[in-house]
Nanobody, 116 residues
Framework: QVQLVESGGGLVQPGGSLRLSCAAS????????MSWYRRAPGKERTLVAT????????NYADDVKGRFTISRDNAKRTVYLQMNSLKPEDTAVYYC?????????WGQGTQVTVSS
């Protein structure tokens, strides 16, 4: 069983920045691909960014490209999401996801609110 704990959410003004972290309680963290998803109010959960197990490759949703950066530190068993130039439409609960073959784990989510 993998436990994922997100942190770093909060209230930020439009144009501001936040850095989300997701700490994983698994020794084999470096085997897992990691992703960030979000669920905006009244909408379905959508993929924001994903990174391979080594960190060599990452992909982003079109609406966050150039503003968000996903990264990971396998020694710390942590994945990050640096969010810059935040917009009100980025308001959502952000979830961390770990995936390896048929294994799929989720964190509890962290709220990000972008508002003036």
């Amino acid at each position: 069983q993998v436990q994922l704990v997100e942190s770093g959410g909060g209230l930020v003004q439009p144009g501001g920045s936040l850095r989300l972290s997701c700490a994983a309680s698994v020794v084999s963290f470096s085997l897992y691909g990691m992703s960030w998803y979000r669920r905006a109010p009244g909408k379905e959960r959508t993929l924001v960014a994903t990174i391979t197990n080594t960190g060599a490759s990452s992909n982003y949703a079109d609406d966050v490209k150039g503003r968000f950066t996903i990264s990971r530190d396998n020694a710390k068993r942590t994945v990050y999401l640096q969010m810059n130039s935040l917009k009100p439409e980025d308001t959502a609960v952000y979830y961390c996801n770990a995936h390896y073959h048929t294994l799929d784990y989720w964190g509890q989510g962290t709220q990000v609110t972008v508002s003036s």
